[in-house]
């Protein structure tokens, strides 16, 4: 069983910045991404990278979130800035092979991340 460890969430100001890092030690993924969960909603894709460094973000983030990997490492990072409310979620990091989709996947235990108005 693969553990995914996240890191870096908290409280912030709207307009401030977090920033997530998750590691995957010992094991290379195709594909990492970031999904948030707010409070009575569905689970939704923030971004995602693939091995090759192919980007691809939300539409609700796309400016103010950036997500990097360092392969070296098996770590996916989430540079969040200019941070809105509606941004509040758990953030969950997800691993996952070319061949599977995020469902079939592995997740990390949710980080949560609050930004107050």
């Known amino acids: 069983q693969v553990q995914l460890v996240e890191s870096g969430g908290g409280l912030v100001q709207a307009g401030g910045a977090l920033r997530l890092s998750c590691a995957a030690p010992?094991?290379?993924?195709?594909?990492l991404g970031w999904y948030h969960q707010a409070q009575g909603k569905q689970r939704e894709l923030v971004a995602a990278?693939?091995?090759?460094?192919?980007?691809n973000y939300a539409d609700s983030v796309k400016g103010r979130f950036t997500i990097s990997r360092d392969n070296a490492k098996n770590t996916v990072y989430l540079q969040m800035n200019s941070l809105k409310s509606e941004d509040t979620a758990v953030y969950y990091c997800?691993?996952?092979?070319?061949?599977?989709?995020?469902?079939?996947?592995?997740w990390g235990q949710g980080t949560l991340v609050t930004v107050s108005s």
């Open positions: 010992g094991t290379s993924f195709s594909i």
């Open positions: 997800n691993a996952r092979y070319a061949s599977t989709t995020a469902l079939g996947g592995f």
């Open positions: 990278i693939t091995s090759g460094g192919s980007t």
